[in-house]
């Protein structure tokens, strides 16, 4: 087990914000059509009341896509200063800890890359949407099929800021426990 405590608060911290990633991403699949009290299939007069709710609808749809944003944002400035303290405190280990964040890629990014651009590129910033984030494709007898899977989150690069943040968490720990849990 790592005894340097600020690492392994900034472990617990990691884990924290993914917990937060995690929930603020499930809350954003509500309905929130329905969570204002609207329902569906049901005629409403074009009065100040809906109309009170039709924007309390936006807001919240709003202000769930803003969390998980901020939740994504909290988290990758927290993992990239775990770097710093690695290099701080293993200062003989530095190359290893600089191919780990800076040149090791996840799929065509390497870990600092999103950390830094949420920090330093705003046109690299996160972009909510409906984007593809799975696609598997199998052959049976005299057919191909494709399954693609869609989903309405952050993306970065094209990629899936939540299963990124995941990931990102599970290798680093991974990382840690090789490396200088001795």
């Known amino acids: ?37 609207l329902g569906y299939h049901k005629q409403y007069p074009l009065n100040e009341e809906t109309y009170r709710l039709f924007n309390k609808e936006q807001e919240l749809k709003k202000l769930l896509e803003d969390k998980l944003f901020s939740s994504v944002f909290n ?12 290099r701080e405190e293993f200062p003989e280990m530095k190359q290893i800890i600089e191919d780990f964040f800076s040149n090791e890629k996840i799929g065509l990014i390497a870990r600092k890359d999103i950390c830094n651009d949420l920090k330093h590129n705003p046109e690299k910033d996160l972009m909510y949407g409906l984007g593809e984030v799975r696609k598997v494709s199998f052959t049976e007898p005299e057919q191909v099929a494709i399954n693609i899977e869609f989903r309405r989150t952050w993306f970065y690069s094209g990629i899936d800021s939540v299963e990124h943040c995941n990931l990102l968490f599970k290798e680093l720990k991974t990382f840690i426990e090789a490396n200088f849990n001795k």
């Open 75 to 86: 988290f990758t400035q927290t993992y990239y200063s775990i770097k710093e303290y690695l």
């Open 1 to 37: 087990m790592m005894q340097n405590q600020r690492i392994v608060q900034r472990l617990k911290t990691l884990q924290f914000n993914l917990d937060d990633i995690n929930d603020c991403y499930d809350n954003s699949l509500k309905d929130t059509f329905l969570e204002v009290g």
